[in-house]
Structures are given as C-alpha cells and as structure tokens.
Antibody, heavy 118, light 110 residues
Framework: EVRLVESGGGWVQPGGSLRLSCAAS????????MSWVRQAPGKGLEWVSV???????YYADSVKGRFTISRDYSKNTLFLEMNSLRVEDTALYYC????????????WGQGTPVTVSS | QSALTQPRSVSGSPGQSVTISCTGT?????????VSWYQHHPGKAPKLLIY???QRPSGFPDRFSAFKSGNTASLTISGLQAEDEADYYC??????????FGGGTKVTVL
C-alpha cells in the first residue's frame, strides 16, 4: 500500500520561508513522478510543482522563482522549499504522484497546512 | 494558467444522474487528451476517478464516466448515491509543462 505523509506546515510571516516534506512508503520517490498541489481556504485545487522521475522540475507561474521542489532517495522523501512567502500562499499543501504519468495522480497525501500572515 | 471553469454546484436525488462540465481552451482541454477527474471529500485525500479523458482506474465503479468534446470535458455520475456527495475537480495538461485544475463542483445528494 502506498502512503504519502506531509509535514512541515505551519504559520509564517510574509516574506518568510518554510520547507515541506512528504515521506513516502510503498513507492520510491525517485522512480515516481511527484507533485505538490495546494488548496487555499474556500478555494479549489491548484497545481504547484512537479518533479519527474528523471529529475526535471517545473513550476506554476505563481510560485516560479520562490519555490523549489526536490527529493531525497535515502529518505524516500519529497520536499518543497518555499521562500518569499506571500499571504496568497496560505493553503493546505498536498503531495501527489503517479508511477506512469504527470497528467494524473493516483497517490495523494492528507496535506499539511501553511498559513502566511502577519 | 487560468483555472478551468466548472459549475459551483450540482445536485440530484439518489438514483439519478448528474453531469459536471469542465470548460477550458484549445491550449489545455482542447489541445490534449490529458483530462483527469478527482473526487474530494473535505478533510480527506482526493481520489482519482478518471484519467486520459475517459479511462477508469481499476476498482472504481462504472457509475462514473467521462468524455470530452472540443474544449469541454464532462463527468457523469449515474445512479447517484449518498457517498457521492463530495467536491469534484477536473484537471488538464496545459502545455509547456504546466497543468491546471478546474474550480471544483460540489455535488449534493438530495
């Protein structure tokens, strides 16, 4: 059974930084296409970033230059480094993935909340 | 990367069918056969319902079906059941290594 568990969320002031983690079991993050998806309060889902199994990374325009997606094989963990955080980054952040495609996600975590507020 | 357009809500009685539309552009839905649909019960992880426009993952009931015509994709839930009450999202590749979700549709079982 595949399990994704996010952590690292919390409260941060505008301009601050946070690092989210997504610990995986039942799947290896380095041979799975992995993404971060967020949901702002009262809003819909928003794709944030993807890292292909081969290592290529891509970002939504709203986070480009501020967020960095990465992974650690030894920890079997996906990360999202978030810098220059804005109030509009406040959301529940999910990690998601699939072995075969970046166009859909079979695996999802439960999410970790991020609040950016002064 | 503008969100795809979905109705905010749809409703139906048990046993009825409901259809959720998802409208995009020729740069996303209309340009690729990479539409997927997710069921999201608040507080839980989203679940993949449909991938590649109309493909169902194994183990998911065939009450859920989907298709695409032009720039609009649609999801139909047949034989509506109480447990189908949830939020539903469409998702599409939008070219240039970007992806976009719909705004979400709340399905209410009356």
């Amino acid at each position: 059974e595949v399990r994704l568990v996010e952590s690292g969320g919390g409260w941060v002031q505008p301009g601050g930084s946070l690092r989210l983690s997504c610990a995986a079991s039942g799947v290896t993050v380095t041979n799975t296409h992995m993404s971060w998806v967020r949901q702002a309060p009262g809003k819909g889902l928003e794709w944030v970033s993807v890292i292909y199994s081969g290592g290529s990374t891509y970002y939504a325009d709203s986070v480009k230059g501020r967020f960095t997606i990465s992974r650690d094989y030894s920890k079997n963990t996906l990360f999202l480094e978030m810098n220059s955080l804005r109030v509009e980054d406040t959301a529940l952040y999910y990690c998601a993935g699939d072995r075969w495609s970046t166009n859909w996600y079979v695996y999802w975590g439960q999410g970790t909340p991020v609040t950016v507020s002064s | 990367q503008s969100a795809l357009t979905q109705p905010r809500s749809v409703s139906g009685s048990p046993g009825q069918s409901v259809t959720i539309s998802c409208t995009g552009t020729s740069s996303d839905i209309g340009g690729y056969n990479y539409v997927s649909w997710y069921q999201h019960h608040p507080g839980k992880a989203p679940k993949l319902l449909i991938y590649d426009v109309n493909q169902r993952p194994s183990g998911f009931p065939d009450r859920f079906s989907a298709f695409k015509s032009g720039n609009t994709a649609s999801l139909t839930i047949s034989g509506l059941q109480a447990e189908d009450e949830a939020d539903y999202y469409c998702y599409s590749y939008a070219g240039s290594y970007a992806w976009v979700f719909g705004g979400g549709t709340k399905v209410t079982v009356l």
